[in-house]
């Protein structure tokens, strides 16, 4: 732990304003960084997080402000100034490329040259000491980015901050697509870097990860810092999340009425296999119920829900909506058979981002609002502006650039988008990955919403009590097997802990 009394502020940024064109983004933030400190940004989904780290990492201007190195005022009008000026971002969406190498990825921008000539035995050996570094001996440098799993590629972007010897981390969700293990050694690193007095700027939605990792708290909302510098140690839980919302800590998740004995099976997955990623998967989902795979990152969860949407081509299995077989390896069949998926990676598999808001919400529904071929923009806008006031979509206003929503809000889209649709199936894989406390209790409303309107929800997440929380049974999923299912409310978290690492209930 960092003393405040001990050391001055490595990073100041004072008086924070960035306004957009129809929006203020940021109305005056206040954040103090000491030097060796974990400091947590905390804020709910829209309250201007991801636009203050893009100040600091020079992809926006502010409108006003200051921002001081050692008190020394510094201007960061680009991304190679933030690095110059030793601040590295590590975004909640990863930011590598796929088509090049671990060393490429991790050089990029900033290649070993002698005289305009790359150094590659250079860049494989930094990158093997980085990977050993990080705990990762075992990725390769000249292995492509694009074979690697969202955790691998985390790996990656952590190395590539570690290589511009930063004095300023800023670590926007790191913990999003890591299970345990690898969060273990995500904060061993943390403790490492911290040691030398590398400053830590952490965001994170997952409170219990503050507890751990943290030393001190900036809580933003609306745009506007409402309290800074607070003590990890003696800031109540409830306090924070009153800070960040404006309401009283409550129950998160919504009650579960059960599902009928007769209810009709919406799903029926039977045999399912896909080479090297999982074998022989059988289940069903019931129209109303909420099945939730619990698993640990690279178990298969995931590859199973797109092998149901048909985005994995299958080795074996039938996958059946009402009773119907549905298409092998058919996104457009299974979603024409009325399957519906919200990916992992929003911004990767799910969104336009240049596409404005209502363009994203009605994507899927294309063929309902098109005459002669020609889409009806006007019922697109207004479908999609009743969908975004339902769901509490801010900013408000669905012509904007769906980039230029949070995380939290651009979940919120995805979602609606399957509302428009009206599917039968609803596959969602990480529903509330970077989502904040509000946020998080709106998107569970909503899934039971949606099962108590019939439909047959499958949903994988890395939290194992969100999906014993949420889900009325659960498939425990290890090495690609299902090697337990039962009703959420007959299992505990450290009995799936058991099962998912070992394979059986100790």
């Known amino acids: 732990m960092v003393s405040e009394d001990s050391a001055a502020p490595l990073l100041q940024m004072q008086g924070i304003v960035k306004v957009f064109p129809g929006a203020r983004a940021l109305d005056g933030v206040d954040l103090d960084v000491l030097p060796g400190e974990v400091h947590c940004l905390l804020g709910q989904n829209g309250a201007g997080k991801s636009t203050l780290i893009k100040v600091l990492a020079g992809a926006h201007q502010p409108t006003h402000g200051t921002i001081l190195m050692d008190g020394e005022r510094i201007e960061i009008p680009n991304p190679v100034a933030a690095l110059e000026h030793g601040v590295a971002t590590m975004y909640q969406e990863l930011d590598v490329v796929d088509g ?6 991790i050089y990029l921008g900033h290649e070993l040259a002698t005289a305009g000539v790359t150094q590659r035995r250079e860049a494989t050996s930094r990158t093997r000491e980085l990977m050993q570094r990080l705990g990762h001996a075992e990725i390769p440098p000249n292995r492509l980015v694009g074979d690697l799993s969202a955790a691998g590629k985390q790996v990656v972007s952590m190395a590539r901050a570690l290589s511009r010897n930063a004095r300023v981390i800023v670590m926007d969700e790191p913990s999003a697509v890591l299970d345990s293990g690898e969060v273990d050694n995500l904060f061993r690193v943390v403790d490492d870097l911290t040691a030398q007095g590398i400053a830590i700027i952490y965001i994170s939605h997952r409170l219990e990860e503050i507890r751990r990792i943290g030393d001190r708290i900036t809580v933003i909302k609306d745009g506007r810092t409402v309290e800074r510098n607070l003590s990890v140690e003696t800031t109540p839980t409830d ?16 009650e579960r009425p059960g599902v009928a004995d007769d209810a009709p099976v919406r799903l029926d997955v039977t045999g399912l296999s896909v080479a090297g990623e999982f074998s022989d998967v059988s289940f069903t989902v019931r129209a109303g119920e909420v099945v939730g795979l619990a698993g640990l990152v690279g178990s298969g969860r995931s590859e199973i829900l797109e092998a149901v949407y048909g985005a994995r081509r299958t080795t074996a299995g039938v996958v059946a909506l009402d009773g119907k077989p549905v298409r092998k390896g058919s996104v457009s069949g299974a ?3 009325g399957i519906g998926l919200a990916p992992e990676e929003r911004k990767s598999q799910g969104l336009l981002l240049d596409e404005p808001v209502y363009r994203n919400i009605t994507l899927s529904s294309f063929a309902r ?14 479908v999609s502006a009743e969908q975004a006031t339902a769901l509490d979509l801010r900013p408000t206003g669905v ?29 969602l894989d990480e529903p509330t990955r970077g989502v904040d406390v509000g946020a998080r209790a709106e998107i569970y409303a909503l899934v039971r919403r949606l099962a108590d309107a ?9 939290e194992i009590p969100e999906v014993l929380g949420l889900a009325d049974r659960v498939l425990v999923v290890s090495e690609g097997r299902v090697v337990h299912t039962s009703p959420a ?18």
Request: aromatic content about 4%; some cysteine.
């Open 489 to 506: 409310q007959d299992i505990d978290e450290h009995q799936v802990l058991d099962l998912v690492m070992e394979g059986t209930i100790a």
């Open 100 to 105: 090049l190498t671990v060393a490429e990825n």
């Open 454 to 462: 019939g439909t047959a929800v499958l949903m994988v997440s890395s």
């Open 335 to 337: 979603i024409r058979a």
């Open 369 to 382: 609002m098109a005459t002669a071929g020609w889409l009806n923009e006007k019922q697109e806008k207004t």
């Open 239 to 254: 306090e924070l999340i009153r800070l960040m919302t404006g309401k009283e800590a409550g129950i998160a998740f919504p």
């Open 399 to 427: 012509e904007r650039a769906i980039s230029t929503l949070s995380g939290g809000n651009q979940q919120k889209a995805m979602l609606a988008r399957w509302l428009v649709h009206g599917c039968d199936v609803l596959l």
